[in-house]
């Protein structure tokens, strides 16, 4: 886990009103539609854009079939899951954290 921050981190539990960062940002709540997103993200269309809106239709209901036999992790914040879920991104994404 980075621990040379310049800023100290507030502490916070409850939605309390309108923020710059929506409350679901935090990583409480994730949706089928967050999820491919990401997958979006990570991959582009290439030249057969038809195709790659085809298959993203299909990956978004294969997404929305787990989702509805699957629970949400939660509290993503709290003890140890905020560094395993650093770990599990940088291993997926072959990346390391570093301190700069």
């Known amino acids: 886990m980075c621990t040379c921050q ?12 309108e923020a710059k960062v929506p ?19 990570l991959l582009k ?3 057969d854009t038809a195709e790659y809106e085809r298959r993203m239709r299909v990956v978004e209901r294969s997404l929305s079939d787990l989702a509805s036999v ?4 939660s509290k993503l914040s709290l003890g140890d899951e905020v560094s395993r879920l650093e770990q599990e991104i940088n291993r997926i994404l072959a990346a390391h954290t570093r301190c700069s």
């Open 70 to 73: 699957a629970t949400l992790a």
């Open 45 to 47: 269309p290439g030249s």
């Open 23 to 41: 409350w679901a940002a935090v990583g409480e709540q994730i949706a089928v539609q967050d999820l491919a997103a990401v997958i979006r993200f």
């Open 6 to 17: 310049t800023k100290p981190l507030l502490g916070f539990r409850y939605d309390t009103g």
